[in-house]
């Protein structure tokens, strides 16, 4: 199933950028797609942004669309989120995940990803 190491995270203020990075490894499929999901506290995990594998397409979260960007090499199977304008109810835990399923649909199904990372706490300040 693959490994997905994430960086980036940490204490961000309200208003300002995040940047987080994932690192996949082992990923064997060769179709599929890497996103990035967040959760926070007692609500259900939320569809960021999506990258297919080949890199060919992207899908953005509704909440999200218009100040996230989801960028990735395949050569180097890393993955970059870029979101700007963070607000403090953004305060979650960020995960990349990665499977064998298109875009448009694992976005808001997220079961359809077969390997998760450990998930950066992105805690915003105001």
């Known amino acids: 199933q693959g490994q997905l190491d994430e960086s980036g995270g940490g204490l961000v203020q309200a208003g300002s950028s995040l940047r987080l990075s994932c690192a996949a490894s082992g990923i064997t499929f060769e179709q599929g797609a890497i996103a990035w999901f967040r959760q926070a506290p007692g609500k259900e995990r939320e569809g960021v942004a999506c990258?297919?594998?080949?890199?060919?397409?992207?899908t953005y979260g509704d909440s999200v669309t218009g100040r996230t960007a989801i960028s990735g090499a395949r050569a180097r199977s890393t993955v970059h989120l870029r979101m700007r304008n963070l607000k403090v109810e953004n305060t979650t835990v960020y995960y990349c995940?990665?499977?064998?399923?298109?875009?448009?649909?694992?976005?808001?199904?997220?079961?359809?990803?077969?390997?998760w990372g450990l998930g950066p706490q992105v805690p915003v300040s105001s």
């Open positions: 990258i297919s594998k080949a890199g060919s397409s992207t």
């Open positions: 995940a990665a499977g064998p399923t298109e875009c448009w649909y694992g976005l808001s199904n997220p079961s359809e990803f077969t390997s």
